[in-house]
């Protein structure tokens, strides 16, 4: 049965710009005084789900959405602690492949640049990976890559948490089309940090379980539209890949608005609730597989 909760308390419509503006610039500010980049935008993204995570539980779009069983949530959380890990290792693998090809052909590094410059290099940066991360997000749902990508849509709920279940070869791929065009355009890494905080935090608001009555939103994915593609109903589903910008979307065919769906999540596939399972299913392809290693 669907409960949604449209409470007096409703989260105000200009939340999700002010919230993404406020932790760019928090991010900027921090890595300018000294805070290592990598440090700030990881401060300022748990600030967030933090706060992201209250809020769902003072005015939640579904209330039943609050309940979880305690398999996923312990699912959940190690996908949160672990999280860094491929990201980081695929950051540094492709900033370290890029920067020896380009010395290969005697491209050298930037040297000093203003300000403004190395904001137009990370806004064509993030723009062109969010291109990529549109693609490379609709191969995995059309294609093989959907093995690596199946755990983030197996819950029956959608809520920031769910945000950051990713598997590691899934968060691997997505981080390396990040790192490739920052270095590419030579972004300054507290800008690149600051662009990196506007995807996680988008990515943990278009996630959350609020109501933002937010389906006007022209630039960000929101909850709104990102429950749609978290249906269980493919004609739903396949629609809103962007994960930050809806502007693909849009000049590709496949924005998509409506009523939220009646149910979220994966129809007629069977995957482990520990996070262990979930890691080896894409390579197991059985049963008997997971079961020789206890991971049914």
Request: some cysteine.
């Amino acid at each position: 049965m669907c409960i949604y909760v449209h409470m007096n308390t409703r989260p105000p419509r200009l939340l999700l710009p002010i919230v993404i503006g406020a932790s760019a610039i928090l991010t900027l500010t921090a890595s300018t005084f000294g805070v290592e980049p990598a440090h700030a935008m990881t401060m300022v993204t748990v600030v967030v789900l933090a706060g992201t995570f209250w809020l769902e539980r003072r005015a939640p779009f579904r209330r039943d959405w609050l309940e979880r069983p305690g398999a996923e949530t312990r699912a959940d959380l190690t996908y949160v602690l672990l999280a860094s890990l491929p990201d980081r290792a695929a950051r540094v693998g492709t900033e370290v492949a890029v920067m020896s090809v380009l010395g290969l052909f005697g491209v050298a590094a930037a040297g000093e640049r203003s300000f403004f410059d190395g904001l137009l290099r990370g806004l064509s940066a993030f723009v062109l990976a969010d291109l990529g991360k549109y693609l490379i997000h609709r191969a995995s749902h059309e294609g093989w890559l959907w093995r690596f990508h199946l755990a983030h849509h197996q819950p029956t709920r959608v809520d920031a948490l769910n945000a950051l279940r990713i598997h590691p070869v899934n968060m691997a791929y997505n981080a390396a089309i990040d790192a490739f065009f920052a270095v590419m355009f030579a972004v300054p890494p507290a800008i690149a940090a600051a662009f990196a905080t506007v995807r996680a935090v988008v990515a943990l608001l278009s996630h959350a379980n609020l109501d933002l009555d937010d389906q006007r939103q022209w630039v960000f994915s929101t909850p709104g539209h990102h429950r749609l593609h978290h249906a269980v109903d493919l004609a739903q589903a396949n629609s809103n890949y962007g994960s930050t910008l809806l502007v693909w979307d849009r000049l590709l065919g496949t924005l998509r608005r409506g009523a939220a769906p009646a149910s979220v999540g994966v129809a007629q596939t069977r995957l482990p609730t520990s996070y262990l399972g979930q890691l080896v299913h894409p390579f197991c392809g059985s049963e008997a597989c997971l079961a020789r290693f206890g991971l049914r």
